[in-house]
């Protein structure tokens, strides 16, 4: 299959690009590079994607395109004269308390650039688009553990807003147009070529360097703490099953070609746990700084994987006990430490 990655060049996309390359997939990756976090990393990933290529003649198997997918003009000049099977939609903007900041960017990315590939999927006649949502369309939820069945209606940041009007968007469009959409609500993913403004990589190098750890809440927080490589693995089970035009209804309730899944651990771990363990991996121990929840966040999340489970199979197999450690080191390995 020739298949379109968008956010190519980031933490998750990158990883998908690995493995659908490795199993003889075509991959034509965009990303825009922006400077939310250091452009050199992204570029790196995308460095380790070429590498992993084994034969040097597989390499035209795989070419990226620096384009910003919020920008219909220029996302439809990359891909004019592309032939493209399938989707896989995880570019955007990314973080909860950065939409606090800059939340025109959310809804340029997240919801114009969501609606860009939308058309993409329409015109193209494409097999199967399977795109990036977020647990945090969950808000406030106080209902554990998180089921896709739960109304999602309130949320508690920009960010969140927009990763459930990317949901509504995709149900209009597998309504109108019979898209096969399938819509993955991530439960904090880490792990190798992570991202800096998250947790475990924040709380890595400020262990490292010996500087305070912001613990917000007082550390009573717990989440559904999710290994790349499972994530990886559950993207691609769903990219190969799109969802049927048949009437029946789906996960999440679309009676079109639309499912709705949580992708996670199927576990909720308590913060503290887990600065236990990047203190252990780490050889030093953490200076903590308590603090009060801030805006935006939520207490706990947890995944209910059982429609994914029945759906594809998924079974994570990756636990934070060696999860945290395997990014650890890889952490220290990139950074030369």
Not at 102 to 111: D, E, G, L, T, V
Not at 124 to 131: D, G, P
Request: net charge negative.
């Amino acid at each position: 299959m020739r298949i379109l990655v968008t956010g190519a060049a980031g933490f998750i996309g990158s990883a998908v690009s690995k493995v659908l390359l490795a199993r003889g997939d075509s991959v034509v990756g965009i990303d825009n590079l922006n400077d939310y976090y250091p452009v050199s990393l992204k570029r790196d990933r995308m460095a380790d994607v070429t590498a992993s290529i084994a034969h040097g003649a597989n390499t035209a198997r795989y070419e990226t395109h620096i384009v910003d997918f919020g920008d219909k003009a220029a996302l439809d000049s990359v891909l004019a004269n592309q032939e493209i099977d399938r989707i896989v939609h995880l570019g955007a903007q990314a973080g909860v308390r950065y939409s606090l900041e800059n939340p025109m960017a959310y809804a340029h990315s997240n919801i114009v650039g969501h609606l860009n590939l939308l058309e993409v999927a329409r015109h193209r006649q494409i097999e199967h688009m399977v795109y990036a949502s977020s647990s945090s369309v969950y808000g406030g939820n106080d209902r554990l553990p998180f089921s896709v069945a739960d109304r999602a209606d309130h949320p508690v940041s920009l960010y969140a807003a927009t990763k459930r009007a990317d949901e509504l968007m995709s149900e209009s469009y597998a309504h109108l147009f019979h898209i096969p959409l399938t819509g993955l609500r991530f439960f904090t993913v880490y792990g190798p070529w992570g991202r800096p403004d998250m947790m475990m990589w924040n709380f890595t190098r400020r262990i490292l360097a010996g500087e305070e750890l912001p613990v917000f809440n007082n550390g009573d927080m717990y989440r559904d703490f999710t290994y790349i490589d499972d994530i990886v693995s559950g993207i691609i089970a769903c990219l190969d099953n799109p969802p049927t035009d048949d009437g029946t209804e789906k996960a999440g309730g679309s009676r079109r070609p639309h499912a709705l899944y949580n992708i996670g651990n199927n576990r909720s771990e308590h913060l503290m746990k887990v600065i236990g363990l990047l203190e252990k991996a780490c050889g030093r121990k953490a200076q903590l700084k308590m603090l009060p929840m801030q805006p935006g966040d939520v207490h706990k999340t947890y995944a209910d994987i059982d429609a994914l489970t029945e759906a594809v199979g998924y079974q994570p197999t990756t636990s934070i006990e060696a999860g945290v450690p395997a990014f650890v080191q890889w952490y220290r390995a990139y950074h030369g430490i």
